[in-house]
T-cell receptor, first 113, second 112 residues
Framework: KAGVTQTPRYLIKTRGQQVTLSCSPI?????VSWYQQTPGQGLQFLFE???????NKGNFPGRFSGRQFSNSRSEMNVSTLELGDSALYLC????????????FGPGTRLTVL | DQQVKQNSPSLSVQEGRISILNCDYT??????FLWYKKYPAEGPTFLIS?????DKNEDGRFTVFLNKSAKHLSLHIVPSQPGDSAVYFC???????????FGSGTQLTVLP
C-alpha cells in the first residue's frame, strides 16, 4: 500500500507570496492532519480534515488555511508569507478521525526569503 | 505553553547499551501516548504507543514506561543500534479528539 505523498518536496518563495502544498493520504484513509516543524519547536498541529470538513484547528493565524477534497486529498495554503513560515510542513493520515496512530508523509520543505 | 516536553535535545549512547529517552507532560487529560522516530528528509514513523490504563508496553527492543502520577513517560531501547540514530518525538492525545500534541524531539546518536 502506498504511503502518504506530499508535493512539492521543496519550495522557495519570497515574503508576501502565497503557497499551496498538497497531500495525498494512504488509500482508504479519510483523515488528514497538517503539522509545522521548526527547529526547537517540534511538530505543531495546524488543522485536521475529515470527510472534507475541518475537524480541529491549531493555534495558527488565519493566513494558514486548508481544504480536503472528496477523494481525501488535502491542500494547505499559506498567504502573505513571512520569513518565520520557513519550516517543514508535514501531512499525516489515518483511516478515521478517532484513531490514535497517524502515518506521516515526507514533508514539504518551505523556505521563505 | 508546552504541554509535552522533551528536555534533552540530544543523547549519545554506545552501541549495545541502553538508550533512555524521556518525556514529561502537563495536561492531565492526555490518555494515550506515542513515540515517533524521524530520519532526516523523511516524515516521522510511528514506533510504539501506550494507553493510560497501562504502565508499560513492549515491542521488541523498544519499551515505553508511563508514570501517570509523575506525568512522565520514557522510551527504552535495548540494545541500541547505529540504525536507531534519529530524532525521537513523544506525542500525547486527549479524549476523543485524538489530536496529537508533540514534544520538541530528542536527537539520539548511537555510536558504533
Amino acid at each position: 500500500k502506498a504511503g502518504v505523498t506530499q508535493t512539492p518536496r521543496y519550495l522557495i518563495k519570497t515574503r508576501g507570496q502565497q503557497v499551496t502544498l498538497s497531500c495525498s493520504p494512504i488509500s482508504g484513509h479519510r483523515s488528514v492532519s497538517w503539522y509545522q516543524q521548526t527547529p526547537g519547536q517540534g511538530l505543531q498541529f495546524l488543522f485536521e480534515y475529515f470527510s472534507e470538513t475541518q475537524r480541529n484547528k491549531g493555534n495558527f493565524p488565519g493566513r494558514f488555511s486548508g481544504r480536503q477534497f472528496s477523494n481525501s486529498r488535502s491542500e494547505m495554503n499559506v498567504s502573505t508569507l513571512e520569513l518565520g513560515d520557513s519550516a517543514l510542513y508535514l501531512c499525516a493520515s489515518r483511516r478515521l478521525a478517532g484513531e490514535d496512530t497517524q502515518y506521516f508523509g515526507p514533508g514539504t520543505r518551505l523556505t521563505v526569503l | 505553553d508546552q504541554q509535552v516536553k522533551q528536555n534533552s535535545p540530544s543523547l549519545s549512547v554506545q552501541e549495545g547499551r541502553i538508550s533512555i529517552l524521556n518525556c514529561d507532560y502537563t495536561n492531565s487529560m492526555f490518555d494515550y501516548f506515542l513515540w515517533y522516530k524521524k530520519y532526516p528528509a523523511e516524515g516521522p514513523t510511528f514506533l510504539i504507543s501506550i494507553s493510560s490504563i497501562k504502565d508499560k508496553n513492549e515491542d521488541g527492543r523498544f519499551t515505553v514506561f508511563l508514570n501517570k502520577s509523575a506525568k512522565h513517560l520514557s522510551l527504552h531501547i535495548v540494545p541500541s543500534q547505529p540504525g536507531d540514530s534519529a530524532v525521537y518525538f513523544c506525542a500525547a492525545t486527549p479524549g476523543s479528539a485524538r489530536q496529537l500534541t508533540f514534544g520538541s524531539g530528542t536527537q539520539l546518536t548511537v555510536l558504533p
